[in-house]
C-alpha cells in the first residue's frame, strides 16, 4: 500500500495501537524542546517521576519566554532550568539564543524524526520532515523519561501546493488562506501534510511558517517532505548528516475529510473550501441548518494566492490585505516563531534600506536566534534596520506573548505573529492584524495597511531575492551540552524560593457534586484561562499564578473566579467550568488546567474541547466532558449545582453519562470522549500518579 510521509514516520515509530484512523496509538519520541514558560514545570514533574537521566535521543531546555526579569522570578527559573538541564542530561539553550521553534530548527531538527513540544508551535520543525507535535509539560516529562506519547492516530489532510508565489506573497499567505478553508475548529485528530510540485520552490524557514502556523488550525502537527530544499538547509547550517529524504509514496491516498459547518454562519467556509478542494461534496442541512461538507483534499495554486491578514479576535478572520488598505496603524511589529528567519529580516532590511519608518508607527523587530541576529549584524542589514528606526527587540518571544509593545487604546497594530485572541498583546480591545513580513515592512513605511503589491510598484521597490545562503554563521556557544553521566550526582541544582513544588492530582468521587463556577462562550483560548504577558513570571508558583484564572472575566469588586472555585472547594464540593465550542483553543500550557486543578475545578463540560488542551486536563485529573446535545448549553447558568453518579464506571469505561442539573431539575446525556489510556489515566488521579504506579508495578 503506498503511504504518506505521516504514515511512514508513525509507522516507524509505533510502539502501541495499530495505524487506524481515530484509534489510540502510542509512539517513541526521539527529540523534545521545553521552553521556560512551560519548561520549569515539566522539569519539576520529571524531578517528582523520580526520573534521573532523560532517555530520548535528544531534549533540549530552551530560555525564551519569560526575558523580562522583572524581579528574581524569571532569574530563579532560568538558573533552575539551567542547572537541572545539566543534571538529568538535556542540553540548554540559554536566554538570548533565540526562540526555541527557530533555534530548534537551525540546530536540531530532523527529517523522519518525533519531536514532542511543551509549546503548542513545536509543529513548526515539520518544515523540515519531522513529525513534531506541541504537549502538555507533564506529557513531554514522561517523554524525556522514555515513555511513549500517547495521540489519535490522525486522519492526513493533504495539501497541494502547485506553481510558485508571486512577488511579494509570501508563506504567511499560504497559511493564512489555508485558515480561511479549515478555520480553526472542527480539525483535531487529523495532520496536515504538505506534498506537490510546488513545495520544491519553498525554502526550509518558508515551509516552517506554514507548519509553525498550522497550529491554529487545530491539527497535531503539519509535515513537509524532505528533499533537495531541506538537504542544502542543513548542509548550510553544517548538518548535512541529520539528512533523510521523506515523500509519500507515488498514489498515497489522504483522507477524505468532513466538516459539519453551519450553511449561513460558514457560508464563506464553504465558498472557500468548494474554490479550493477537490470533490466537494455538501450535504443536506439538519434542523439546525448545518450541513456535512466533505472533500478529497486542499489545492492551492501558489501563483494565484495574494497578501492575506488576519484580524483580532483569531487567526481564522481572514480578509485580503487589499480589503484592509487603508487602514491607519500606529504599530508593526515582526518577529515571533512564525516569521523571524534570516531570509524573513534580510527581506525587511532590504525593503527598509535607505527609507525611515512612518512617523506615526513604531516598529519592533525581533529576530528568531542569535544566527539570525549575528548575520544581520555582520552584513550590514541590522545597521539598515537600525538607520530605518527599527526599535531592535532581543531574540525572544517578547511582544508575541504579550510582554512589552502593547499598542495603545484604540490602535490598530500589524503583527508577523502567529496569533491575534483578544487582549493577547496585552491592550485590551486591541486590533491586532496578523501579516507577512512583505506587508509589515511596506506598511510600516506608509502608516497605514498597504497591499505590497501594490505600494512596492508605486515606490517603485523591486520585490528582494533573498536565496538561502549557502553558510549559515554557526555558532552554538550559548548552547551547553549537559554534564556527563558519572558527574551528574555533583550538580547543584538552583532551587530559588519563587519555585513552588506543583500540587498532584486526586481521583474524581464516585458520585461527584459540584457548582458551576463560570459558563463561557465558543473558541476560549488557554490565554483567555490562564494570561501570559505581565503574569508569566508566576508560571512556576501554581497557588500564585491561580489566582489569576479568567482575570480578564472577572468583574470589578465582584468575587473571582478563583475566589469563587475555592469557596466551592471548601464546602466539599467539585468546580465545574461550562464552555461552547472549541475549548481551550491555542497554547499548550497545561497551567490552563493545573491551576483550575488546584482551584478545584474537576470537570470542564464543553460543546467540543481542544486536543492539547483536553489532554492536560486529563493529565490533571480534570474531567472533560462534552454535551451529546449541544443545546443543552444554553440550559445552564453560573451557580447551577450538577451531579454526577457513577463515576469511577463511567470513567473506566462508559461512552456516556448523565449530568443532573438538580438547580434547573433538568438531565443531560454527556459523551465520555476518552481515549484508553486516558480512562486510566483519569481513574489513577492524574498522569503523574498513573506515570508513578507504573514504575512501582514495574520495580
Ligand atoms: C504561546 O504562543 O501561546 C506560548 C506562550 O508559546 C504557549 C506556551 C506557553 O503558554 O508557555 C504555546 O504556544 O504553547
Ligand atoms: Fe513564543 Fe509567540 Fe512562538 Fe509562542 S507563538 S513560542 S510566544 S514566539
Partial sequence: ???????????????????????????????????????TTAFLLLEAMGVPRVRTELSVSYVDHNMAQFGPENHNDHLYLQSIASKVGAVHSRPGNGICHQVHLERFAAPGKTLLGSDSHTPTAGGMGMLAMGAGGLDVAVAMGGGAFYLTCPRVIGVELRGRLPDWVAAKDII?????????????????????????????????TCTNMGAELGVTTSVFPADDVTRQFLEAQGRAGAFAPLSADDGAAYDRITKRLHAKRDAQTIAAIRRHCTDVAVGDPDADGRVAVSFGHVVLDLAALEPMAAGTPSPDNVCRVADAAETPIAQVAIGSCTNSSYQDLMLVAQVLRGRTVHPNVELA?????????????????????????????????????????????????????????????????????????????????????????????????ACPRINAPEAFAVDDGMIQPPAPPEQA?????????????????????????GEVTITVGDKVTTDDIMPAGSLLKYRSNVPEYARYVFNAMNEPGEPTFADRTLAVKDAGRAGIIVAGDSYGQGSSREHAALCPMFLGVRVVLAKSIERIHQANLVNFAIWPLVFADPGDYDDIDRGDELVIDGVAEAVAGGETIAVRNTTKDSTYTCRVELAPRQRQILAAGGLLNATRAEGSNRS
Avoid at 490598530?412 to 498583546?425: E, H, M, Q
Fill in 365 to 461: 523587530i525581533a529576530p528568531g536566534s542569535r544566527q539570525v541576529l549575528g548575520m544581520l549584524a555582520s552584513n550590514g542589514a541590522l545597521a539598515d534596520l537600525v538607520a530605518a528606526g527599527a526599535r531592535i527587540l532581543e531574540s525572544g518571544c517578547g511582544p508575541c506573548i504579550g510582554l512589552g509593545f502593547s499598542p495603545a487604546e484604540g490602535e490598530v497594530s500589524l503583527r508577523t505573529f502567529n496569533r491575534n485572541f483578544a487582549g493577547r498583546s496585552g491592550t485590551r480591545g486591541d486590533k491586532v492584524y496578523l501579516v507577512s513580513p512583505e506587508t509589515a515592512a511596506l506598511s510600516a513605511l506608509s502608516g497605514r495597511i498597504v497591499d505590497p503589491r501594490a505600494t512596492a510598484a508605486e515606490w517603485g521597490i
Fill in 1 to 39: 500500500m503506498p503511504r504518506t510521509a505521516v504514515q511512514k514516520i508513525l509507522a516507524e515509530h509505533l510502539t502501541d495501537g495499530t495505524l487506524t484512523p481515530g484509534e489510540q496509538i502510542g509512539i517513541r519520541i526521539d527529540q523534545t524542546l521545553t521552553q521556560d514558560a512551560t519548561g
Fill in 489 to 513: 550526582e555533583q550538580v547543584e541544582v538552583f532551587r530559588g524560593s519563587t519555585i513552588v513544588k506543583p500540587p498532584a492530582g486526586e481521583p474524581l468521587p464516585d458520585r461527584l457534586t
Fill in 176 to 208: 493564512i488562506t489555508l485558515l480561511s478553508i479549515l478555520t480553526t475548529r472542527g480539525n483535531v485528530g487529523c495532520v496536515v501534510e504538505y506534498f506537490g510540485e510546488g513545495v520544491a520552490s519553498l525554502p526550509v524557514p518558508a515551509r516552517a
